[in-house]
């Protein structure tokens, strides 16, 4: 369900909240749902609010200084990339019929039937047609890959404390080849 969720044609007229904006998934997915017409809110910290508008967010709330349900109106769907509180308290920005995904935890399915919303854990899964229509998007100049560090493949242990920052802006590269 997820999946077909998130590879839907066309987002055009839908609202998405996505937390957690500014990372390597985030900055990725806010260009892509922008691309597929969405309109789309972000929670990220102050320091990128201006990272994400430039990546065509709507709405940019700051998660420390901010709530987010006191400041966005009902979306269709919240494409979770933080988990924890941030998760539950998402219910109740979400329109009935709506949808709650997240890479991290599977959300509450007795509140989803309750709120009659869907939800689920999305994984990523390699697939050739998806890639390729990224590919194009990012050839045509519609969504820009941002790169936060890159490391050569002797540092690899590097990378990995890298990614455990959970501040970073954008992808951490691993190169493998020289
Ligand atoms: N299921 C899957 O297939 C799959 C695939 C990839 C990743 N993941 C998971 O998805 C999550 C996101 O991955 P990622 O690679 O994008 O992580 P990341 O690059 O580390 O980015 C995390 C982002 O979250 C922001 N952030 C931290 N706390 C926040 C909060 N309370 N509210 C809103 N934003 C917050 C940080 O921005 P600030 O600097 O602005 O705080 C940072 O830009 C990770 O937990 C990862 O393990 C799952």
């Known amino acids: 369900m997820a999946g077909s969720l998130l590879t839907t044609a066309d987002f055009a007229g839908l609202s998405v909240l996505i937390h957690g904006g500014a990372g390597g998934v985030g900055h990725f997915a806010i260009q892509f749902a922008k691309a597929k017409g969405a309109w789309v809110a972000m929670t990220v910290s102050a320091s990128n609010k201006g990272f994400v508008s430039d990546l065509g967010a709507d709405q940019v709330i700051d998660y420390r200084s901010e709530k987010f349900e006191d400041l966005v109106e009902a979306v269709d769907l919240v494409f979770d ?15 009935p019929g709506g949808a709650l995904i997240s890479t991290l935890q599977e959300p509450d399915k007795g509140r989803a039937a309750d709120q009659n919303i ?61």
């Open 81 to 95: 990339l933080i988990g924890g509180e941030t998760q539950e308290r998402s219910f109740s920005v979400i329109k």
């Open 118 to 178: 869907r939800v689920g854990r999305y994984t990523a899964q390699p697939n050739g047609a998806q890639l390729q229509e990224i590919a194009d998007l990012i050839d045509e100049g519609k969504v820009k890959v941002v790169v936060a560090n890159t490391f050569e493949l002797r540092e690899v242990a590097e990378a990995q404390a890298a990614l455990k920052d959970k501040h970073l802006r954008g992808k951490v590269v691993l190169k493998i080849v020289g």
